[in-house]
């Protein structure tokens, strides 16, 4: 069974500064994704970036990137040039690949992000 | 192009009884998956369906449930509710099954009370 550890249950940086967010997962699989989904207050959970784990280039999305480190089995999102709309909870989530008996997303706790005016 | 609607956003029920949630995916996807989330346990995978047939389960009872139409829309139903079921439950739809593509959309969840 896969496992996703965020370690951070919540983070307040100002308004405009960097801020890294942590994900480490626990899997035996070799293909998979990785994911950081955004839940804002109003509940839809929107995705931020996807990650394949064959791939070794780190993803990016405009302000968001991703530190993937397969061998330590991290996955950090940064997030540069914070927003007041980036406050939300965030959630990192694994994925088997096709092949590997889909289980569905596995979901960290989240990391609650709060952007300060 | 319209996204994932649920059906009811908000409901109360009381112990004992059933419920029936529905999810009309985005048009085209013909995967549809369900999540539990609680405050103490998360975000749960209940099951995913892919053209009306159920192709993975999670870890839950029984009384947990779901079909899908032949249109993609799906609803999930719990019997015999119990305290602990009071969650938000979300739907997600994606083009093909969600390990094909591993990109999922969500909507924006019914909330069930139980009391």
């Known amino acids: 069974a896969q496992t996703v550890t965020q370690s951070q249950p919540e983070m307040s940086v100002q308004e405009a500064e960097t801020v890294t967010l942590s994900c480490t997962y626990d899997?035996?699989?070799?293909?998979?994704?990785l994911f950081w989904y955004k839940q804002p207050p109003s509940r839809q959970m929107i995705l931020v970036i996807r990650?394949?784990?064959?791939?070794?280039q780190n993803a990016t999305e405009n302000r968001f990137s991703v530190n993937f480190q397969k061998a330590a089995k991290s996955f950090s999102l940064k997030i540069s040039d914070s927003q007041l709309g980036d406050t939300a909870m965030y959630f990192c989530?694994?994925?088997?690949?096709?092949?590997?008996?889909?289980?569905?997303?596995?979901f960290g706790k989240g990391t609650h992000l709060i952007i300060q005016p | 192009k319209a996204g994932v609607t649920q059906t009811p956003r908000y409901l109360i029920k009381t112990r004992g009884q059933q419920v029936t949630l529905s999810c009309s995916p985005i048009?085209?996807?013909?995967?549809v998956s369900w999540y539990q989330q609680t405050p103490g346990q998360g975000l749960q995978f209940l099951f995913e369906?892919?053209?009306?047939?159920?192709?993975n389960k999670g870890n839950f009872p029984g009384r947990f449930s779901g079909r899908q139409f032949s249109n993609s829309r799906s609803e999930m139903n719990v019997s015999t509710l119990e305290l602990g079921d009071s969650a938000l439950y979300l739907c997600?739809?994606?083009?093909?099954?969600?390990?094909?593509?591993?990109?999922?959309?969500f909507g924006e969840g019914s909330r069930l009370t139980v009391l």
């Open positions: 997600a739809s994606s083009l093909a099954s969600g390990s094909d593509t591993g990109e999922l959309f």
């Open positions: 899997t035996s699989e070799s293909n998979y994704y």
């Open positions: 990650q394949e784990a064959y791939k070794q």
């Open positions: 989530a694994f994925m088997k690949g096709s092949g590997g008996g889909a289980d569905g997303l596995t």
């Open positions: 048009s085209g996807h013909r995967s």
């Open positions: 369906y892919f053209s009306e047939t159920q192709r």
